[in-house]
């Protein structure tokens, strides 16, 4: 049974409509008036040369994507706030949840559980920083059923899971970086940068990796001993100043991957500087490596968009490609 909205609630998705409608229309007169991507990041000089392979389909703006030890991805919808299953290339989107809020960030834990970040709206997002009541939702990817892992986070864009199970997440308007470390001690305000978007966390625990998606682009990385001291590790360069990056993972060198609105590059991070991995996919918004040895699999790109279209990106494979699969 769907639940009737408030109409507090109803009025902020208008918002956040308009914010997004807002949004695309910057993407469009950047598209027309940034120079054209691939002569601002160059391409990378490993890549293949397969074009993307469109796997699946959900039908909503897909803010996040994450694959489980079994193969299986997990999509968050920014509008209807739902989480979705696809158990395969070439499979139905299932939604294994109602509308939950679930417009943000989504990572898989070790017990194969899913955390996944609410209030990734304008208003939550600006107020968060004042008034953080965002939550960080756990859900059963075989039941369905959702409770809440951690409240009082603000607006919660991005998230990133620690080996030892501490969980950091990003608040775009706000500012923000919250941390909720394994034994739910919830901190809304760990750090701070202005605008942080994708977040993922170094191999070893120590650095924190976020975007900084405008105003001027960027990566950062965050001591995580050190909050207070964000460092601009990568700058996007001047003509790409409105490339909008949004989404962040690492491969399994640890290099950092980022997907772009505007650009419509994917990013990686090689020697202190950016080249692109793969070009044409516009309005991405997260990108992610598989799991497992069936369904979206180990070592194998896949990127996520707000056209709800998610694509195998071959060039950012870390195995052989292999289309007679």
């Known amino acids: 049974m769907r639940l009737k909205t408030n109409p507090l609630l109803r009025a902020a998705r208008r918002k956040r409509g308009r914010a997004i409608a807002s949004l695309i229309a910057l993407a469009a007169a950047a598209g027309v008036l940034a120079p054209a991507p691939a002569h601002a990041v160059p391409a990378c000089g490993d890549t293949g040369s397969a074009p993307p392979v469109k796997v699946a389909h959900v039908p909503d703006w897909v803010e996040s994507i994450a694959v489980d030890q079994r193969g299986r991805m997990f999509a968050t919808a920014y509008f209807t706030g739902r989480v979705y299953r696809i158990d395969a290339p070439g499979r139905a989107a299932v939604p294994i949840t109602g509308n939950v809020g679930a417009n943000g960030g989504i990572v898989v834990r070790d017990d194969g559980r899913l955390l996944v970040g609410t209030g990734n709206d304008p208003l939550h997002s600006v107020t968060g920083g004042v008034l953080p009541t965002s939550e960080l939702l756990l859900v059963d990817p075989e039941s369905g059923k959702v409770s809440t892992y951690a409240k009082g986070l603000g607006g919660i864009d991005g998230v990133a899971l620690a080996a030892d199970g501490t969980v950091y997440t990003t608040t775009l308007g706000g500012g923000n970086i919250g941390r909720v470390t394994p034994d739910g001690q919830v901190d809304p305000a760990w750090s701070h940068l202005q605008l942080p978007n994708g977040i993922a966390v170094s191999p070893d625990g120590r650095q924190i990796y976020v975007i900084q998606t405008t105003v001027a682009p960027g990566l950062y990385r965050i001591p995580a001993d050190d909050p207070s001291h964000p460092r601009r590790w990568i700058s996007t360069p001047l003509s790409d100043v409105l490339s909008l990056p949004d989404g962040l993972t690492l491969d399994s060198a640890g290099r950092p991957l980022i997907a772009t609105h505007v650009a419509g590059q994917i990013w990686r991070v090689e020697d202190g500087a950016l080249c692109a991995v793969e070009s044409g996919l516009n309005l ?42």
Do not use: N
Not at 300 to 314: C, F, K, N, Q, S
């Open 284 to 325: 991405s918004t997260q990108i992610t490596y598989g799991h497992g040895d069936g369904g979206f699999s180990k070592g194998r790109l896949y990127r996520a968009g707000v056209d709800g279209t998610i694509y195998e990106v071959p060039a950012g494979a870390e195995v052989p490609d292999d289309r007679s699969r």
